[in-house]
Structures are given as C-alpha cells and as structure tokens.
C-alpha cells in the first residue's frame, strides 16, 4: 500500500471529470481525452468514487510497474474500464504503447460526419497497427495477411478495438454482372456502421481511395440498415505519405481513413542503439569460422 500511495500521491487527480453535452458535439456526453461517456461501462458513469477505486488491484500493480506517466495511467484506467481489459491484455497494450496509437489515423472524417460521429471514428482507429502476432515475413502477398489476419481472428480484432463484429473476408458484390470482392468487412457496435477495410502491401496510392469510396457506397445501398450510420472505410498500406494522403480525399464523398501497418513491433531508441546489427555480428563471428579446426577423422 506504500507504494501505491506513492504512486497516487493526490487521489482526488483521478476523480471521474465532470461531463456535459455541448452543442458542438451535437449533444454528446464525453470524458476527458475524448472518450466517449456512453463507450465506458455504467459503474464509471454514475459513480462519484475515483477511477483509483474501480480499477482491480491486479491491474494497478501492471500500470505502476509499466507506465510512469500519471495522464497516459488515467487513459489506460478509463480505457479498462470502458473494454474490461483483463490484466494480461492490460500488459499487452501497455507494450503496444495503445495510448500513442489510438485516434492517429489520417481520415476525413470530419468533413464528411456529424461531430460527436466523427470524434467516436477517429478515436476508434489507429495508427499504426501493430501485427507482431503474425509469422509473415518478406516477400509475402496481400492475400497471404489476409489469410494470416483471419486465422489470428481473436488477436486481430484485439488490435482492432473496442466494438469491432467481423462479417466476413472477400467479401462478395455482384455489381452489373461483375462480380467485386472486400478484403475485409467488420460492423462497429459503438459506431453502429459498417467498416470496409482493404489491405495493401506496401506504400499507399492515390487510387486507393477510389476504390474504397467505390465499396463504400455499395455497402451503404445494399447492406446498411435504415437507422445505421454511414459506411467506413479504413485502408491498411505499410507506408503512407501525409500530403498524399490528404490530396487523395479530394472528391472523395465517404468517410475513408489510411492507417499504415507494422508486422513486428519497433524497439525502443536506447535498446535499439545498443544492439548490434547484422552486419556487426557477422563480422564478429567470420574470424571464429576460419579458426575452428576440422575435426579428425
């Protein structure tokens, strides 16, 4: 207990913040750092107790080991509470720095939905996605991540976020005879919308975005229900140019983002730094190569 209160020298600094709805939100009720009220789970919305209270002791011991920062500990406590993180996908998402990734994705939401949707969509994406629970390595095919996203489901859609129902993979749409086929098709029950996601190896193009629209407006005419809101579409590319990015939601009617994707997690800059590189060890281990002598016969 000593330490927790060293870590938590001021327990009133995690009392839930006060909310309210505002106009230019459209009357949404949202929490500090954009969360939405109705996206957390009852108990943090009625209670007056701090945040410090609703989070298990389990969990405080991984945030106190894992995450100096008191702001970027409040967003893990409220982000816990929202999706029920068990303490091990705590863990996980804390070394997947969750905080730092969720709401980066570049998009043009807000010129194309209402507020309070544009900010839930927003929050709901990131950037970058981290797929380290994949075996891919290079050359590997775009219908190969597929394939390897769909039998990882339960990861995937971890790193996905909150509310994500996966619908199914290439998709079909019988289009004037033609037949057209989505990579992947997901429903968000928080954003109550289907989202269209079209994976693609490599750098991200400008054409990319048409085609997606395309999708888009097909799934909003035959597959979305009168009271869902606007279809999604969410590009997943390995690279992607900022100023490219933004020309390319030009004449582009549907809320699309472009997020990149990473198949092994980056290394901290320090630990980066003090590890040897491959030609390093190579180097080091030539001269012992030459020197071993030939076992006799």
């Not at 002791?57 to 967003?75: F, G, I, Q, S």
């Not at 969720?102 to 990131?126: E, R, T």
């Not at 086929?181 to 429903?187: A, E, G, Q, W």
């Not at 900022?242 to 004449?251: C, H, K």
């Amino acid at each position: 207990m000593i330490a927790f209160q060293r870590a938590y020298p001021r327990p009133s600094d995690f009392s839930p913040p006060a909310v309210a709805k505002s106009a230019a939100s459209g009357g949404a009720v949202r929490l500090a750092g954009g969360v939405p009220a109705r996206a957390v789970q009852a108990p943090l919305a009625r209670t007056h107790d701090s945040l410090l209270w609703l989070v298990p002791w389990a969990h405080h011991v991984t945030l106190m080991e894992k995450v100096k920062d008191l702001p970027t500990r409040r967003w893990y406590m409220e982000q816990t509470l929202a999706n029920g993180w068990s303490r091990n996908v705590l863990g996980l998402l804390i070394e997947a720095r969750a905080h730092a990734r969720q709401g980066k994705v570049v998009s043009n939401f807000a010129a194309l939905l209402p507020a309070a949707q544009s900010d839930l969509a927003q929050q709901s994406l990131k950037d970058p996605y981290v797929f380290d629970f994949l075996t891919l390595t290079e050359p590997f095919q775009e219908r190969e991540l597929e394939t390897e996203l769909v039998r990882h489901l339960e990861k995937f859609l971890l790193e996905l976020g909150q509310g994500f129902a996966f619908v199914g993979r290439q998709y079909r749409l019988d289009i004037g005879g033609e037949d057209f086929y989505i990579d992947l098709l997901f429903y968000n029950l928080r954003l109550r919308a289907f989202v269209v996601i079209d994976l693609k190896k490599g750098r991200f193009k400008p054409e990319y975005a048409g085609k997606l629209n395309f999708y888009c407006n097909v799934v909003n005419d035959r597959l979305k229900h009168p009271t869902d809101a606007p279809t999604i579409g969410l590009i997943l590319c390995q690279t992607r140019d900022q100023l490219l990015a933004e020309y390319s939601f030009v004449g582009i009617d549907k809320p699309i983002g472009i997020s990149t994707y990473e198949l092994t997690r980056a290394l901290p800059t320090k630990l980066r730094s003090a590890l040897p590189t491959v030609e390093e060890i190579e180097a080091e281990l030539a001269p012992k190569r030459r020197k071993r002598p030939r076992a006799s016969r």
